[in-house]
Each structure stands twice: as C-alpha cells, then as structure tokens.
C-alpha cells in the first residue's frame, strides 16, 4: 500500500463519526472531496487496491470512487467491495457519460452516481443520502437475518421433538391394540424406552425455557460477588449429563481464588455449557478433567476431556448459532446448537475469553477466562 497516498491507514473513531473513503488518482480532487466532507472521518486512496485494503480493515461508512484508476478501476472495487458486504454503500465519482459505465455500475448495485466536474454540494447530499441508505439497507439485512434465524430455529425445533414424539405415539399405539404382552422383556424394555424419550422431551422444555431467561435481559448484567469455586460445583451438581456418566472418571483442580464480579445465572450457564460437553462427547469411559486457577489478574477454568474430540473443519463452527458437532456423523445430536453461542456471549459480557482447542480423536479442551476484580467489566 502506497502510505505516502493514503491518509490514516486504520480507521479510528470512537465518537460515532462516520467514515468515507475517498478513491481517486487525483489528489486535488482526494483534498477538495475532503474539504467538503467536513464533520465526517475521512480517508483517502489513490487507487481501487490501496482502497480495498482499506476497506477490509472494516469501519467503512460509504466509498466515493473514480472510475478510471490505475491497478484496480472503480468498477472492479465496486464489485470487490459488494462480494464482502452487499450492505455496504459506494457512490460512483465519473467524467464519463458512456451508457455502458453506467449499467456497468447499475449492475453491480452502485448506489448512486454523481458528475465530474464535482459540485461539492451535490457530493455532501449525496454522502447524506448515502448514508441514510446504509441504514435502512442495514436495518433490512438483519430483519432477514432475524427471520432466517427464527426458520431454522423452528425446524429445529420440529426436528428434534418430532423423534421422541413419534417413539412414544408408536408404542401407545401398540399397546392399545394389545400388541405387547405386559410380562415380556419386550414390553420392558419399550416401557424404558418410553420413560427415556419422556425424560428427553422434559429436559429439552427446560433447556428452552433456560434460553429463555437467560436471554430475556439481553446484554444487561446483574452483578454479584460470586465464588468461581461455588458456581462450578453448582453447574456439576445440576447436570444430567454429569449424573448420567456414572464410569466417566471425574478429576477436580480447583484452587480458591477471590471472588469474580459477575451475573451469576450467566456465567453459570457458560461454565455449565462446557461441562456438559465435555461429558456428553466423552462416552462411556475416560477422563474428564475440570481445573480452575489464578492467571494474572483473570481466573481460568479448563474443562478437559479424553472424548471424541473435533475435526479441525468443524473448530471454526462450533461458536455459530445452531451448530452441533456430530462425531458419529447420526444426525441425532440431542440439544438445540445454541449453549456455546451463548455462552460466548455472556462470557465476553463479563470482558472474558472462551477458547476450545480440539483435534479428532483426540478429546478436547475448553476454556473460560474472567477478570478477577470487583468492578464492572470494561466495555
């Protein structure tokens, strides 16, 4: 990047001040655009390549282009620019009156066109403008986002009910029609099966319900001096999965340490989405190891486990809303995919880090990192 043509590398601005980037070979016209720009963050490219640098940093309001530019035109970062982020806004700076530049331009959703030579106020209107598009463009793209979200959250919903549902609907059907002999092994071991599935479908209700509160104050926290030590045994003793896994060989770290600043309900869930995991993806057999210690300011709680462990494609998956690592490859991973998304969220709401490092076949290892003062998190 040519540094001594591109002015402020890094787009800084913690005021709200939104910022444009003007892309011009020219610099008188980079310096007049600015003079007129003035109330906004402005930064300056002199061509489409420095631009896109720019650009993928991120903090980029609206783009103001010329078309003609050396190592990359206006159209080609138009097109760079749109494949990154449709919502994003760029506003085309031409001499040209050449229909095809224009359909060009159209055709990769330019959002607006404004003549050389420039009328610095017909530029200041046109950024205006531009940025109130950004908004609404903005605004639409998360109502879509909203209700893809709310789609796949009900077809997962149907999913996964409809199994247990179906199991127990067959079975009733079955012994209403007196198929099972009420002193069979067979009746038996359905009745078991019945209880199970029973036992699933409550746990999954509860498990919404728990989404449901623990979502219902957003980003607010409700801070307490609260004992790390405490709210882990807590999250163990709590746990299904934990209680289930009776042969898991369970190994305790736990070092006392001062107290954490934290919502309790919260950071519980986050620790006890990691517990869980590491039981529900171990198995029968094997270790489970669950270490809290002093790091510097933070406290770090590891949760280490001998299971089946991730592949290295899924890593980079696990945090997204809906997805649910499937080692098996069943297609009958019980649970919603929502536990480590949230508890990401809620762990950054305390300024903390969550981490897992995995490999196939070999077990995995989460952490959870939180400050350890009496404050409020910064941020």
């Known amino acids: 990047m040519d540094l001594s043509q591109t002015q402020s590398s890094v787009p800084v601005k913690g005021d709200g001040t939104k910022t444009i980037l003007i892309v011009d070979d020219e610099a008188i016209i980079r310096d007049l655009c600015s003079r007129a720009l003035k109330g906004y963050h402005v930064l300056e490219a002199s061509d489409g390549t420095d631009a896109l640098s720019l650009f993928e940093q991120g903090g980029i309001d609206v783009i103001l282009t010329d078309v003609m530019m050396p190592k990359m035109s206006g159209l080609d970062l138009l097109k760079r620019v749109k494949e990154i982020d449709p919502t994003s806004v760029v506003i085309i700076m031409t001499g040209f009156a050449e229909k095809e530049v224009i359909l060009n331009a159209l055709k990769d959703d330019a959002d607006d066109f404004i003549a050389k030579p420039l009328n610095l106020l017909q530029l200041k209107t046109a950024v205006d403008k531009a940025l109130v598009k950004k908004e609404l463009k903005e605004e639409l793209a998360s109502l879509k986002n909203l209700d893809r979200l709310k789609t796949n959250f009900l077809s997962l919903i149907s999913h996964k009910f409809r199994t247990p549902i179906t199991a127990i609907s067959l079975f009733l059907q079955n012994l209403s029609t007196g198929l099972f002999d009420q002193e069979d092994d067979i009746y038996r071991q359905n009745v078991k099966m019945v209880y199970n599935e029973a036992c699933y479908l409550e746990r999954m209700v509860a498990e919404l319900l728990t989404f449901s509160r623990v979502m219902a104050n957003g980003e607010s926290l409700r801070l307490e001096r609260c004992d790390m ?67 510097g300011d933070r406290a770090v709680l590891q949760v280490r486990d001998s299971g089946a462990g991730i592949s290295r494609e899924e890593l980079p998956k696990i945090f997204e809303k809906f997805y649910q690592v499937d080692p098996a490859n069943t297609g009958q991973v019980r649970g919603f995919g929502l536990g480590l998304y949230y508890a990401r969220e809620f762990v950054r709401l305390h300024g903390g880090t969550i981490s897992i490092e995995s490999e196939a076949g070999k077990g995995t290892c989460a952490s959870i990192t939180i400050p350890l003062n009496d404050g409020m998190p910064a941020g």
Do not use: C, H, W
């Open 229 to 295: 030590a405490t709210v882990i045994m807590q999250a163990i003793a709590e746990s299904r999965e934990v209680l289930s896994k009776t042969s898991l060989q369970s190994v305790l770290d736990i070092e006392p340490l001062p107290p954490v600043s934290a919502d309790r309900e919260k950071l519980g869930f986050a620790i006890r989405q990691i517990i869980e995991n590491a039981y529900k993806f171990s198995g029968e057999t094997g270790t489970v190891t669950i270490s809290l210690k002093a790091s």
